[in-house]
């Protein structure tokens, strides 16, 4: 059975440019999390998605930034405009509910110049 | 205060070793508890989780939980330079999703 698929694997962008991060869950799966890595700051919950709704977004960081999940399959991660400080990798996770264990994507490596 | 903390490591054994990773945690409400593993340049893997005070084995892997003390454990058994890799840890409090920890780095020395 196909994990989580995100695209894509690596993004290399100028700022200013929009960025789109794309995640398809696992099948079945109703909680959808969007996740940033940074070497400073670790793993950062930016987004949690129950049933395709918008739960908790306190982690996103500023207006930039935007999320929406319009069916229980996919999920899209913006940006807009790009700065070179959301240089990171950015993974999507699912799991069956929210307490679950969450399986990660293998993530999307993205580089603002 | 951050709500989970681990040491960063990097935390060195020799192969053959046990590795004791450790974590606390701020919230008491926390009700389980997630060992995840992460190597380099790859995505997060579970390990195993625990919900009850005590111990948990799973293969070379053992989770304990100490909830008056606030305190998870993970312990690896006959270390091999193949778990060499960060560890996160990771809790679940009922009020959103799972909260992670900053990781420990551990290294097998063979």
């Known amino acids: 059975d196909a994990g989580v698929i995100q695209s894509p694997r690596h993004e290399v962008t100028e700022m200013g440019q929009e960025v789109t991060l794309r995640c398809k869950p696992i099948?079945?799966?109703?909680?959808l999390f969007w996740y940033r890595q940074t070497m400073m700051r670790g793993l950062e919950l930016l987004i949690y998605?129950?049933?395709?709704?918008?739960?908790?977004d306190s982690g996103m960081p500023e207006d930039r930034f935007s999320a929406k999940m319009p069916n229980a399959s996919f999920s899209t991660l913006k940006i807009q405009p790009s700065e070179p400080r959301d240089s990171a990798v950015y993974f999507c996770?699912?799991?069956?509910?929210?307490?679950?264990?969450?399986?990660f994507g293998p993530g999307t490596r993205l580089t603002v110049l | 205060q951050k709500e989970v903390e681990q040491n960063s490591g990097p935390l060195s054994v020799p192969e053959g070793a046990i590795a004791s990773l450790n974590c606390t945690y701020s919230?008491?409400?926390?009700?389980?508890f997630f060992w995840y593993r992460q190597y380099s340049g790859k995505s997060p893997e579970l390990i195993m989780f625990?919900?009850?005070?005590g111990d948990k084995e799973d293969g070379r892997f053992t989770a304990q939980l100490n909830k008056a003390s606030q305190y998870v454990s993970l312990l690896i058994r006959d270390s091999q330079p193949s778990d060499s890799a960060t560890y996160l840890c990771?809790?679940?409090?009922?009020?959103?999703?799972?909260?992670f920890g900053s990781g420990t780095r551990l290294q097998v020395q063979p």
């Open positions: 996770a699912s799991s069956l509910q929210g307490r679950d264990t969450q399986y």
């Open positions: 998605f129950n049933n395709n709704v918008p739960i908790d």
């Open positions: 625990i919900y009850s005070n």
């Open positions: 990771a809790s679940y409090t009922g009020r959103r999703a799972l909260t």
């Open positions: 919230d008491r409400g926390s009700q389980s």
């Open positions: 099948s079945g799966h109703n909680s």
